[in-house]
RNA sequence: UGGGCCGUCGACUAAUGGUAGGUCAAGUGCCUUUGGAGCACUUUGUCUAGGUUCGAAUCCUAGCGGCCCAGCCA
């Protein structure tokens, strides 16, 4: 037996790497790292990084290590570090080291005076407004500042100063002394540290001065001798600078390696503004199920499995592109489909009463747990007189194409007999609120003996023996493609969609649902992939009680072909 | 109008000078005790104009279009 052809290597990143491993680089050493800044949940378009991070160190036998970029004490928090650790294991990844910028805070500084004593870096008065004014603008050179040539003496006299905490907030800098006039501004002697008398989440009040991002990514990834440093596309003019500190250290030489950040329709992927929508209550904290946040798709119902399968799915390149939601959804079906159990819940209930079913009869129907998958078994369902069906699954005038219970129409309970509508109870608003049925007692289990076909099958749930839950159906957090998308002078809240979340509090369930448990996942027959929530466990007052999210629908033919009518 | 990066089906992505392929979406049919799933089939693409070459999505030139950069954020 022959092998399937050789894969080609896929990807830009993969082929370098593959083509350093090939000429023994670094003796053939693969070392990378995730480096967030704990300033925010990770998201989405976090798992295409970790994904790459991760999953390209690992194909090649190298390792990863977790770092955290926390050079910015007024924004970062421990709360975050808790929640990227979980995430990033969540989404099933094991990282070697686990180390933070602010480990090497003593070697930057080290780093930095020899730079100074080297002659290539300076601490410079001018105040935050006049540096940008030195600077230039895109199409104009920028200006030396008149404090670039001081003597090594007074550099290091006035860096060691800022380090005692000497000097007040935003009063003094320590520049790179690169070149003013470069097109590329990140090379107009880029600010290193700056002043923060600022409490840090993990070392305290220990420093008054930190460093620059520029100033400590190329060396944190140095010093972990990491061999590819990817990021994403926007630091690309950074590259240069990146590379100058490690050269004027002589240090390990990390190669930085940029690629496209992941985008999705409807979806918002600005840490700053998915904290804006957490501070302004728009959502209900950062793992709400409509967040593109890991934890707000754990809570969804996601799965990290599907995650992987779409980020691997849609690729990475240096293209500005803009994937689909509707991939993203395919690959949560995909894994639900092959993984979730198959159960009964009535959303909108009606009521229907099978008049010739005997009052107290009770039937266990068997019911199948998951056809793509034999060995989930089956599981009994309480059949009896009156049920509910889903008020979707009756019309009393059918359109054209309607295939469920309408008056006269024989259609089949799932597991359960074939019925037929006789006629309705209405409410004084004139709407359906009971429908009386017969049943076929020879149909039991969904066949007839006579071999006589039904177009439909319907879900139900016996009305005695059901549970009550709130049922959480979510639709885009935003109802733009781009929520970015407003008109002059308008804010990205606009584009929020009123209808994202919508609450049923009275569906009804089958009754083995009682002890699901909480982040749970199932088929609700012909409606969608749903997860028990959290907040079930405080119905202790109701119990059984239980609270779902749908994480996503299924495909709906139907509604589809309704949609295609109504225009 | 400085510099950098990038233009392949509707979306994403392969083809590394030699058959433009895959996934999603869309559509058609089959099948079905989920109008689910599955199966089969179909539609649509190399930004434009020149050039090099036996041969160009790929290399060159020019144009056009998009994204990023003027934080003491990352």
Redesign the pocket.
């Known amino acids: 037996m022959s092998a399937a052809p050789e894969p080609?290597?896929?990807?830009?990143l993969r082929?370098i790497i593959a083509e350093d491993v090939e000429s023994n680089k670094h003796g053939g050493r693969v070392q990378t790292r995730f480096?967030?800044?704990p300033?925010g949940y990770l998201h989405i378009g976090h798992a295409k990084a970790i994904c790459l991070d991760f999953g390209l160190a690992d194909e090649f036998g190298g390792h990863t290590n977790l770092r955290f970029?926390?050079?910015?004490p007024?924004?970062e928090d421990l709360e975050y570090v808790e929640s990227i650790k979980n995430d990033v294991n969540w989404l099933g990844f094991k990282w070697d080291g686990l180390y933070y910028?602010s480990d090497y805070f003593g070697q930057l500084y080290e780093w930095a005076i020899e730079l100074i004593k080297a002659g290539k870096a300076y601490v410079?008065?001018?105040?935050?407004e006049?540096?940008?004014k030195y600077?230039?603008?895109?199409?104009e050179p920028g200006k030396n500042s008149p404090y670039r040539n001081r003597s090594v003496e007074e550099n290091l006299n006035l860096f060691e100063r800022m380090r005692a905490g000497e000097f007040p907030?935003?009063?003094?800098?320590l520049r790179a002394k690169i070149d003013m006039s470069s097109?590329?501004?990140?090379m107009r002697d880029?600010?290193m540290y700056?002043?923060?008398h600022a409490e840090h989440h993990r070392t305290g009040n220990t420093w008054p001065i930190?460093?620059?991002?520029?100033f400590?990514?190329g060396q944190s990834d140095s010093l972990e001798k990491v061999t590819h440093s990817m990021c994403s596309?926007?630091?690309?003019?950074?590259?240069p600078l990146y590379n100058w500190f490690i050269e004027q250290l002589g240090i390990f030489p990390s190669r930085q390696i940029?690629f496209?950040r992941l985008s999705l329709?409807y979806t918002m992927m600005s840490k700053?503004k998915l904290r804006q929508l957490v501070e302004e209550g728009r959502v209900n904290g950062w793992d709400d199920p409509r967040m593109p946040t890991l934890s707000g798709m754990r809570r969804r119902g996601y799965t990290p499995e599907a995650i992987r399968n779409f980020v691997k799915?849609?690729?990475?390149?240096?293209?500005?592109?803009?994937?689909?939601l509707?991939?993203l959804?395919?690959?949560v079906?995909?894994d639900l489909?092959k993984n979730a159990l198959?159960v009964m819940a009535v959303l909108r209930p009606l009521k229907i009463v099978i008049d010739n079913y005997p009052e107290n009869q009770v039937e266990e129907m068997d019911a199948?747990n998951?056809?793509?998958d034999p060995s989930a078994g089956t599981r009994k369902v309480p059949f009896s007189r009156v049920l509910y069906i889903e008020q979707d699954d009756f019309r009393e005038e059918?359109p054209k194409?309607?295939?469920?219970l309408s008056p006269g129409r024989e259609v089949?309970l799932?597991?359960?007999y074939f019925i037929t509508a006789k006629s309705v109870v209405k409410n004084d608003d004139g709407e359906v609120v009971e429908v009386h049925c017969t049943y076929d007692p020879t149909?039991?289990?969904?066949?007839a003996p006579d071999g006589r076909?039904v177009?439909?099958?319907?879900?139900w749930v016996s009305a005695a023996h059901a549970i009550d839950a709130e049922v959480r159906v979510y639709e885009t957090l935003f109802s733009k493609e781009n929520p970015d998308e407003v008109d002059e002078g308008g804010d990205f809240t606009e584009n929020l969609n009123p209808l994202s979340l919508e609450v049923i509090a009275n569906a009804k369930l089958e009754p083995s649902l009682a002890k699901a448990p909480v982040g749970g996942r199932y088929?609700f027959?012909?409606?969608g992939y749903f997860c028990v929530d959290p907040d079930s466990v405080d119905q202790d007052s109701k119990p059984g009680k239980r609270v779902f999210n749908r994480t996503v629908a299924?495909?709906?033919?139907?509604?589809?072909?309704e949609k295609?009518q109504k225009s």
């Open positions: 080609r290597p896929s990807n830009f082929d480096p967030p800044e300033n970029d926390d050079t910015n007024e924004r910028a410079d008065d001018l105040t935050a006049e540096v940008p600077r230039g603008s895109l199409t907030d935003g009063s003094r800098v097109p590329n501004l990140n880029p600010v700056r002043i923060l930190y460093p620059m991002y520029d400590a990514h596309l926007e630091f690309a003019d950074h590259q940029e496209d329709t700053r799915a849609a690729g990475v390149s240096r293209t500005n592109g803009i994937v689909e509707a991939m959804e395919h690959f079906r995909e489909n198959r199948v998951n056809p793509e059918p194409g309607y295939f469920r089949r799932r597991y359960g149909t039991r289990g969904g066949n076909k177009k439909s099958t319907i879900h088929q027959e012909r409606l299924l495909k709906d033919t139907w509604a589809k072909v295609k």
